[in-house]
């Protein structure tokens, strides 16, 4: 690793800080790990600083991922913390939120230190645990929810498996707010889904593929959105994919309930249409909908209903993944890629401004766990992405950092590089490469 520099400036770039309204070209000073001054630099801010050419260039906080599977401690052969940060970073990411469906899952106070102790390790992006809900995510008894937000917890989830029983997640939500974290759900009742493997309808008859309907989300998010309602608790609904899921957000907010959501790349831009080379890059959990549900998404997060994009990142195995359709796992690998295919498919196409896309993958979802990230702020982290915007480039599973190749981009043409990137004023990825 390089040493972490003291003076760093970054000139002539366009600053893109959604936090604070900023767009705009000018000088970025990062001193000491942390943001120094925006703007016009003064004569003497470049003595002894390392210079970096920011023309032609968009200087932006580092993305921020709510939603991130590193797999590790129990499977280390489809990602560990070092490969997935590391992963994270040549993605343009500083900071991301790991779930805890580890093995053994991340369900007490010493295993959440033991995660931040393997991300100090590493080194790379900066890592915040999410604790599980119940132990061992079997819905049967609340972890300890105090003791896990001492330890650096940000939220609460059984990321893939909602908590089944209505009253668990009720307490669950009591003692939540103790902590003042979010739960964190996967919204999915599993009597309704079944044994699918992708989006119940037209494509999935064709095929002769067990079907999830989308109820089997919604009655999942309105029931929980009731229930956060009654007891003052704060709802988080991971990776949204229906349009009901988004007419029940809507409802929600306007009833008041604390309720925001996300939803992934692949959900905002792939349909269940890929699914016909059965290849397994495009089996995922919640699946992949018809179009009408794509344009729902799209929708929701322009108007706001969606608070922001996460990846679910969620690596496999090569050998995992080839399997046949029905008995590979559920997942994409996505945090290298999502950038670059959000930046082709709403940016260059018109549908939102870079600075919006910007503040959906950065400043939002870090002020919606409360993390200290996502924005330039003098004095803030010194966590910056450097992105060519106009570059293009060939998704290659083969080039990915990720242990998982399982990329549903794969031979996409698409525009948007990261170049450099900075944690805590450390480049860790400079000239296209990461240290």
Not at 53 to 61: E, H, I, N, Q, S
Not at 223 to 246: N, Y
Not at 307 to 318: E, K, L, Q
Not at 398 to 403: G, H, K, R
Request: glycine share 10%.
């Amino acid at each position: 690793m390089p040493d972490q520099r003291q003076r760093l400036l970054i000139r002539g770039a366009r600053i893109v800080d959604p936090a604070n309204s900023v767009d705009g070209v000018g000088d970025l000073l990062v001193e000491n790990g942390v943001v120094a001054a925006v703007g016009k630099a003064s004569a003497d801010a470049s003595d002894g600083a390392e210079i970096i050419d920011g023309k032609g260039l968009v200087a932006a906080p580092g993305f921020v991922d709510l939603h991130t599977h590193l797999r590790e401690p129990g499977s280390a052969g489809s990602e560990t913390v070092l490969s997935g940060t590391r992963a994270a970073v040549n993605g343009g990411y500083t900071s991301v939120c790991a779930m805890p469906n580890t093995d053994p899952p991340i369900d007490s106070p010493e295993r959440v230190a033991y995660q931040k102790l393997l991300a100090e390790r590493a080194g790379y992006a900066r890592v915040f645990p999410i604790a599980a809900i119940t132990v061992g995510r079997a819905g049967e008894a609340l972890v300890e929810m105090s003791s896990c937000a001492a330890e650096g917890a940000v939220a609460f989830s059984d990321d893939g498996l909602s908590v089944p029983a209505a009253k668990m997640l009720s307490t669950a939500f009591t003692y939540a707010r103790v902590t003042g974290l979010a739960i964190i759900e996967h919204c999915e009742d599993a009597t309704l889904s079944g044994s699918g493997v992708v989006h119940r309808g037209v494509i999935s008859n064709a095929l002769g593929l067990a079907g999830i309907p989308p109820s089997a989300e919604d009655v999942i998010v309105v029931r929980d959105a009731i229930i956060a309602r009654e007891t003052g608790g704060r709802l988080h609904v991971a990776h949204v994919s229906t349009a009901g899921t988004v007419e029940i957000l809507k409802w929600a907010k306007g009833a008041g309930v604390s309720i925001t959501a996300e939803v992934t790349p692949h959900h905002l831009v792939l349909d269940d249409s890929g699914i016909g080379s059965f290849h397994t890059s495009f089996k995922v959990k919640p699946p992949l909908r018809s179009r009408e549900h794509v344009e729902a998404l799209r929708a929701g997060l322009l108007d706001g209903t969606i608070d922001c994009i996460a990846t679910d990142h969620a690596p496999h195995r090569v050998e995992d993944k080839e399997l046949e359709f029905d008995y590979a796992p559920f997942g994409v690998t996505a945090i290298e890629t999502a950038f670059a295919v959000l930046n082709t498919e709403l940016v260059v196409t018109g549908l939102m401004t870079l600075p919006k896309l910007i503040d959906l993958m950065a400043a939002r979802p870090a002020r919606l766990l409360n993390l200290p990230v996502g924005t330039l702020s003098v004095g803030a982290p010194a966590d910056i992405a450097l992105i060519d915007p106009d570059a293009e480039w060939l998704v290659d599973g083969d080039e990915l950092l990720s242990a998982g190749k399982n990329c549903p981009f794969e031979g996409w043409k698409v525009r948007g590089s990261i170049t450099h990137v900075l944690v805590g004023g450390k480049l860790r990825k400079q000239d296209g490469c990461v240290a």
